[in-house]
């Protein structure tokens, strides 16, 4: 689903990506699989911007996207952006890997990574080349598409409002990161999201907050983690939470301790499943 590991978030300086928001196109050591130019678009009236390729089949709908899911993700906080947005949609594989710096250690990333989100800017693979790459993506289905950008763009939001920027040395809170990305984006709601209900009969929950994000039920138990965060104590500890860069900051701010918040995520889980 959207992408996905902590290594999605990493240090991202400006100057690192600026090559790439060069409106006469990418310079790059990779070559590009097709020649391309890349052009700068507004959204939102707060200077926010959206660079892609003008060739590419999804520049049509790329300003309308990043518009509704900026609305989405304001809409969930009610709260702006503090920031300008600087977006991208890359027209290939070779272009995004030329975001990622040889000091995230990513290299080439994987077939499945199709998105990253830090304060200074998210960028997207264009949709147009998923089902070309067939890496479990599906670019036809509209609602997965609207999934990622937003679970892109809460990400932005989540740097915007943290002092990392880009969570570097946050990573041990890494699933709050994911749980916020995919509750923002609705995900945990879609059936292809493994389930958090699953998890605990199968006994695959998290003993310890840190593993939340790993095994294939990471989506699923992070999201759920931070909805029953937003719903136990409200969404405005959960905006005060966006700042946080450390677990024991986090569970100060909830007055609790790990292994409480974990059982009272579990009963919440369960109650809320017989419920249904
Ligand atoms: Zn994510």
Known sequence: MGLT???ERVTATVLMVAACFSVSGCTQDQAPDIAYTMIEEPFGED??????AKEDPFAEEIVSTMT???ETVEAFWGRPFPEPVKAILSPDRAHFNTLFPPEWGIGKTQCWMVGVG???FLAVLSPSIWGVEDCGHDGEDKLHIRDIFVHELAHVYHGQNNPTRDFTGAEEIGWFAEGIGVLVAGQLERDKLSSPQEAIR???????LKKAWSGQYRYGVSGSIVAYIDAEYGRDVLFELLSVTSE???LSR???SEAALLDAWESWVLSASSNK
Request: no cysteine.
């Open 202 to 208: 199968n006994g695959a929950a998290p003993k310890k």
């Open 47 to 52: 200077g926010s911007t959206v660079h892609f």
């Open 254 to 256: 909830l007055n609790t």
């Open 248 to 250: 024991d900051e986090l």
């Open 68 to 70: 509704d899911a900026r």
């Open 118 to 120: 830090v304060a200074d």
């Open 5 to 7: 590991m902590i290594k």
